[in-house]
């Protein structure tokens, strides 16, 4: 099992970067994909989430608007589509895959695979 996050990089306020995060050794119907940030010196915060087999997406109120959550069955892979970028939104981002329910599905110990991270700087 292997999840493989990518698409980070600079990018200046109000500008928009894809995070794609690709699983292997599982298909997308039996696990769900959260994302995650950990900002320097901050505790590793949950992001948005889409379910297994609904699809059903969910967002952590400072992202809401602003960031999509979408996945591509054929591909194994799920997207984070972020927009008006913000500087506070610079941070290192994971993928995990889990079964968490909605109420766990923030918590970083719901989630069984990671993956190991892409940096995000949003700076002008």
């Known amino acids: 099992v292997q999840l493989q996050a990518s698409g980070g990089g600079l990018v200046q306020p109000g500008g928009s970067q894809r995070l794609s995060c690709a699983a292997s050794?599982?298909?997308?119907?039996?696990?769900?994909i959260g994302w995650f940030r950990q900002a320097p010196g901050k505790e590793r915060e949950w992001v948005s989430f889409?379910?297994?087999?609904?699809?059903?997406?969910y967002y952590a109120d400072s992202v809401k608007g602003r960031f999509t959550i979408s996945r591509d069955k054929a591909k194994n892979t799920v997207f984070l589509q972020m927009n008006s970028l913000k500087p506070e939104d610079t941070a290192v981002y994971y993928c995990?895959?889990?079964?968490?329910?909605?109420?766990?599905?923030?918590?970083?110990?719901?989630?069984?695979?990671w993956g190991q991270g892409t940096q995000v700087t949003v700076s002008s």
């Open positions: 995990a895959a889990g079964r968490p329910i909605t109420s766990t599905m923030r918590s970083d110990t719901a989630y069984d695979y």
């Open positions: 889409i379910s297994s087999r609904e699809g059903r997406t």
């Open positions: 050794g599982f298909t997308l119907d039996y696990y769900g």
